[in-house]
């Protein structure tokens, strides 16, 4: 497949992604886009234009401030017309030959302000590496029995905040609050001493089901739009002295920051991977057929002033325990329903070897050992005025398909 849009080479946004977002165009106007290399292409004017009057779209469902209304007209929709989008973005095309239509949609990616792609309406994070689960088991319980006793039985996971879900670029103020000094039993209130990052992707959900009704494994994938990366940001003194008895609270629902580009499935197809193998067998509803692992490389870099961008983790979706459609099948065994826009996210993403942690958490062991900026600079933890940068992409056989990334400066504390 050739564009008759240039891009480069390794451009994330190559003919075989077609991804989703939202942008502003001259502060003025507001529409759901996609983007092919550093081009961006309102997707409401296209509407206008007669480009896909042979879809039921509503009325111009694309003049939009979130993607919702359109993700949830469902896959019947949403695949055929990504496809549709694709086939406008080739050589010959109609498209390539309307340059009216180009001069009012084509932006340059420079030229817009991208928005958060969906409102969301809830917000799970998962803990679904057990190469992470493992780490911190070590960390903060018991280095010889690491695993809790469910952790191979069921994604564990927990419902986070939707609200301070915001998209890349937006900064973060350090958090406030209560940790417990090293030998004291009384608590002190100040800025987190023990800022990190979680490196994860999330998926978004494009439909509402019935309170009560269940979603299958085999089902689960037709629930799923697409895919966004997550940085999760836990302040871990803070953690650590609020999460017992009931789990993460204000060390996580202070800020999460996401990629503003969401990338669907169906890109994602010729990247599925097969799971780790799952042992002790797992309980029929969470059984699954097929490749349900996706190969998906990810980054994250610690940027600051004088040190440039250092890639501190090189880790891979592919090594998650529990995949997307059993942790999904496990949210709703219960009967709680599915929102269009909800947020699923895995849980930190580590692999096996040191450089492959995907938190501050694991990568200096607890603080112990510090990492190594380029200016020879040090980092336990994440500090005022750094940026974390993640970035995730597929590549096969000369096809790339990526998210661009998220990335989030860490501003002080306001008083
Ligand atoms: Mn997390």
Redesign the pocket.
Known sequence: MKSFIQYEEHSDFSIYNIPFGVAIFGDEEISCVTRIGDTVINLAVLYENGYFDEFDLGENVFEAFTLNEFISLGKSVTVPVREHIQILLLENSELSKDEDTQTEAFHSIESVSMQLPVHVPNYT???SSIEHATNVGKMFRDPDNALLPNWKHLPVGYH?RASSIVVSGTPIHRPKGQTLPADSEIPVFGPTKRLDF?L?IAFITNSYTDLGESVSTKEAEEHIFGLVLFN?W?ARDVQKWEYVPLG?FLA?NFGSSVSPWIVTLEALEPFRVEGPKQEPEVLPYLKYEGNKNFDIHLQTIIATENAGENVVCTSNFKYMYWNMAQQLAHHTVNGCNLEAGDMY????ISGKTEDSFGSMLELTWGGSNPLKLKDGSERKFIEDNDTVIMRGWCEKEGKRVGFGEVSGKILPTID
């Open positions: 994070d998962f803990y986070g979680e994860e999760d836990s993460p996580k996210a895995s849980g930190t």
